[in-house]
C-alpha cells in the first residue's frame, strides 16, 4: 500500500467513524409501555415513517405473558371466540390495511344456520321482538325482514331512522379525514386540537341524547333503539329500514352470532355524542373481524417492526434523568430511552412518574364478560320454550337489570355457548337462574374503556412537556381499535417533529409519503 492509498484508507476510516458517531447521536430510544393495538402502532408508524437514523431501538413493554391487551380470545368448548374488542368497521382504513400487511384474513361476520332473532328486554319482559323465520328458504327471511322492517318503522318512525343514519354518516366523515396525507393534515399536540380540526369536538361537549334530540330523533327510538346498541346488540336486519335494498350481500336476515357484540360501552345515552356515534357506527353493514383473533394485529406489527419485547414486565416508574428517562419494572430491570410512550389507560395504574404528571380524572368502565356453555332457562324470561327466546336479548336503561346483553354464538348439536356481557359480576346464583344448564362457564372483568361523560376533559398527547407520551388521551372521544390506531399514528408523528425539532413536519429526517403513494403502498 503506497502513501496515497493509506491516505485514503485513513479518510475512509474517519468518515466511517464520523458516520457511525453521527448514527450514534441521532438515533433515538424509545421505550412503549404496553403491546395492545396503540403500542403496537406507534412502533409500526415510527419504523413506517423513519429510518435508523432517527430511531434506533424500540422496546415494548408488557406486562402480561400476551400481547395485544383488549384484543383477546377465549377459549370454550374448544372453540375460540373474542373476548375484548371484536368487531371492525368497513372504514376502519389502518386496521385493515394492517390485516393486508400482515396477511391476516379477514373474517365476514359468521353466518348463523337459520336467521337471528333480536329481543329487547327490559328485567321483566320483552318491550321488542323480532319476528323469527325460522326457514331456510331465502325468500321467506325476506318477508320476515320486510315484515320486520315495517314493525320497526311503525315503531320509531322512518325520519327518526333516517336521521340516525344521518348523524353516524356525518361522524365518520369527518373521521375519514385523519387518513389525508400529511399535507393536507397537520401533526396534532393535543385532543381538542386533533378533534377541533375534524369537525369532531363540538360531538364530545354534548350527551348523545342531547345530540340526537338535536337532529331530531323521536325519543323512544333514543330510550330503546340506540340504548340497545350502545349496549352492544343489534345486527343489520332491523337496521335494515334505512338501507331499504339489498346491496352486494343477498341476504342480511342470516347474519351470524358475532356481529351482534357490537363497539360496546355498556354505558347510558349521556355517553357523548362522538363516543355514541362511534358506537352506533357499529350497526353498519360489513362489519368484520381477524380471522383467528384480532390480537394478531398487534402480534404482527411488533414482528415486523424491529421491536425488542419484554413479555411479563411491568413497568412502575419512569424517571426523568436530564437526556434520557429511566423505566424501572417490578422484575427489578431498569432501562434508558429518549422517549417514552405511554400505551395504556393510566387510570387504573400506579406508575410514579419523576417528575409527577397530572392528567384529568377518569374513571374505567367495567364491563364483564361471560361465556356459558348450556342452555337458557325459557322461566326466566316467563317463555314457554328455548327457541322462544331470541338469539340476541339486547336491553334497555332499567335498574333491575342483571345483565346488559346475552346473545348466542354458537350452536351445538345439544346446547349452546352464550356471551353474557354485564355492567357488575355475574354471580352463580344468577346465572343457575338464568340458565338450566351450564356445563362450561368463563369470566372475563374488562377495565373496557372510560366512562364516558360530556363534556369530556383530555389528558395531554404529551405528559411532561418533554418525551413522555399518552396515546390513550384520545380514548376519551371514543375507544376502539382504530382509534387506538389513529391515536398511535399521530403519536408517532408528534415524536418524530418534535426529535427533529419542528413544530411542523417536513424534516428531512422523515420519509415523505406525501405524494408517493405507490411506496406506501408497497410498505404495506
Ligand atoms: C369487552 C370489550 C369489547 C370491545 N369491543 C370492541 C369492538 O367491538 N370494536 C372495537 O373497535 N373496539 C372494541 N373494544 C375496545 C378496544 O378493544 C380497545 O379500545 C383497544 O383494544 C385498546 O387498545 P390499546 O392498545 O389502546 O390498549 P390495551 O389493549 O388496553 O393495551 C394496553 C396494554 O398495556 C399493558 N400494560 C398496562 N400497564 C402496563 C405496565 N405498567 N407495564 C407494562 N404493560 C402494561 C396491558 O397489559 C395491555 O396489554 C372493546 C373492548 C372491550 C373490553
Ligand atoms: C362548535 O360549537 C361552537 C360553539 O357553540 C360553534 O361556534 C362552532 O361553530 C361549532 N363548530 C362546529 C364544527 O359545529
Ligand atoms: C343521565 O344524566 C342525567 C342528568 O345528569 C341523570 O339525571 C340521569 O340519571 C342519567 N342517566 C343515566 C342512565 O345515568
Ligand atoms: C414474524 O414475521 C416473519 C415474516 O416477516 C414470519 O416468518 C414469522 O413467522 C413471524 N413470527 C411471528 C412470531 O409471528
Ligand atoms: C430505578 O432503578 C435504578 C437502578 O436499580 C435505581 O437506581 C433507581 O433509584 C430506581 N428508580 C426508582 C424511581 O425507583
Ligand atoms: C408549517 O409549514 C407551513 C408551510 O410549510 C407554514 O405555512 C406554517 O406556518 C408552518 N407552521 C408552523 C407552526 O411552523
Ligand atoms: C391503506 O392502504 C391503501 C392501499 O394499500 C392506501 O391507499 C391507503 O392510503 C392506506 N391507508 C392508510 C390509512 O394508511
Same mark, same amino acid.
Given at each position: ?25 441521532? !438515533?433515538?430510544t ?25 430511531i ?33 368497521h ?17 373474517? #365476514? ?34 318477508f ?6 315495517i ?19 356525518a ?23 386533533m378533534?377541533?380540526? !375534524? ?65 360496546n ?10 363516543a355514541?356515534?362511534?358506537?352506533l ?14 390480537w ?11 421491536v425488542?419485547? /419484554? ?20 422484575k ?9 410512550v ?5 387510570d ?15 374513571k ?14 325459557? !322461566? ?38 352464550y ?9 352463580? !346464583? ?20 372510560? /366512562? ?6 383530555? #389528558? ?45 413536519y417536513?424534516?428531512?429526517n ?6 408517493d ?7 404495506l
Open positions: 500500500m503506497n502513501k496515497h492509498h493509506r491516505q485514503i484508507a485513513s479518510l475512509l476510516f474517519c468518515t466511517i467513524l464520523l458516520l457511525l458517531h453521527s448514527l450514534h447521536a441521532h !438515533a433515538h424509545v421505550c412503549i409501555i404496553g403491546s395492545g393495538i396503540g403500542g403496537a402502532s406507534v412502533a409500526h408508524f415510527l419504523r413506517r415513517y423513519s429510518d435508523p437514523q432517527t434506533g431501538q424500540i422496546t415494548i413493554f408488557e406486562r402480561n405473558g400476551v400481547v395485544g391487551g383488549r384484543m383477546a380470545t377465549v377459549t370454550i368448548a374448544g372453540e375460540t371466540f373474542e373476548a375484548g374488542g371484536s368487531i371492525l368497513p372504514k376502519n382504513y389502518h386496521v385493515l390495511n394492517y390485516t393486508k400487511y400482515l396477511n391476516l384474513q379477514v373474517k #365476514a361476520p359468521k353466518h348463523a344456520d337459520d336467521s337471528l332473532s333480536l329481543g329487547i328486554w327490559d328485567g321483566h319482559k320483552f318491550v321488542y321482538k323480532t319476528l323469527n323465520s325460522n326457514s331456510n328458504l331465502p325468500i321467506v327471511q325476506r320476515v325482514s320486510i315484515a320486520n322492517s314493525v320497526m318503522l311503525l315503531r320509531y318512525g322512518v325520519f327518526s331512522l333516517f336521521r340516525m343514519s344521518s348523524f353516524v354518516e361522524m365518520l366523515s369527518k373521521f375519514l379525514r385523519y387518513y389525508e396525507d400529511f399535507g393536507a393534515r397537520p401533526v396534532f399536540e393535543s385532543v381538542e386540537e378533534l377541533k380540526w !375534524a369537525g369532531l369536538y363540538n360531538l364530545t361537549t354534548r350527551t348523545l341524547g342531547e345530540e340526537l334530540v338535536g337532529v331530531g330523533l323521536s325519543p323512544l327510538l333514543i330510550q330503546e333503539l340506540v340504548t340497545l346498541l350502545l349496549h352492544g346488540a343489534i345486527d343489520r336486519n332491523t337496521l335494515q329500514v334505512y338501507e331499504p335494498f339489498p346491496r352486494e350481500s343477498p341476504d342480511p336476515v342470516e347474519w351470524g352470532c358475532e356481529v351482534i357484540t357490537r363497539i360501552y355498556g354505558q347510558s345515552v349521556n355517553i357523548s355524542g362522538l355514541g356515534a362511534v358506537s357506527a357499529g350497526s353498519g353493514g360489513g362489519l368484520w373481524s381477524v380471522g383467528g383473533g384480532n394478531q394485529m398487534a402480534a404482527g406489527l411488533i414482528n415486523r417492526s424491529n425488542e419485547l /419484554h413479555l411479563h414486565e411491568e413497568i412502575e416508574s419512569v424517571s426523568y434523568l436530564g437526556d434520557v428517562y429511566e423505566l424501572n419494572s417490578t427489578g430491570g431498569s432501562y434508558n430511552c429518549q422517549v417514552t405511554v400505551a395504556t389507560p393510566l387504573e395504574l400506579n406508575i410514579l412518574f419523576n417528575p409527577e404528571i397530572s392528567i384529568p380524572p377518569r374505567l368502565q367495567h364491563t364483564h364478560a361471560t361465556f356459558v356453555r348450556g342452555l337458557l332457562n325459557p !322461566a326466566y324470561f316467563g317463555l314457554e320454550a328455548l327457541s322462544d327466546i331470541p338469539e340476541l336479548v339486547g336491553t334497555i336503561e332499567s335498574a333491575d337489570l342483571s345483565f346488559s346483553s346475552i346473545s348466542v354464538l354458537k350452536q351445538h348439536d345439544k346446547d349452546m355457548t356471551k353474557i356481557f354485564s355492567r357488575e359480576p355475574m354471580s352463580d !346464583a344468577l346465572l343457575d337462574d338464568i340458565f338450566s344448564v351450564r356445563v362450561e362457564t368463563i369470566k372475563i372483568n374488562w377495565g373496557a374503556y372510560p /366512562h364516558y361523560q360530556a363534556p369530556e376533559k383530555y #389528558a395531554p398527547f404529551i405528559l411532561d412537556g418533554n418525551h413522555v407520551y399518552y396515546v390513550n388521551a384520545f380514548e376519551n372521544a371514543a375507544s376502539s381499535m382504530e382509534t387506538s390506531a389513529v391515536a398511535a399514528e399521530n403519536i408517532a408523528r408528534l415524536i418524530l417533529s418534535r426529535l427533529s425539532g419542528q413544530d411542523n417536513s424534516s428531512p422523515l420519509k415523505s409519503f406525501t405524494g403513494s405507490s411506496k406506501m403502498h408497497s410498505e
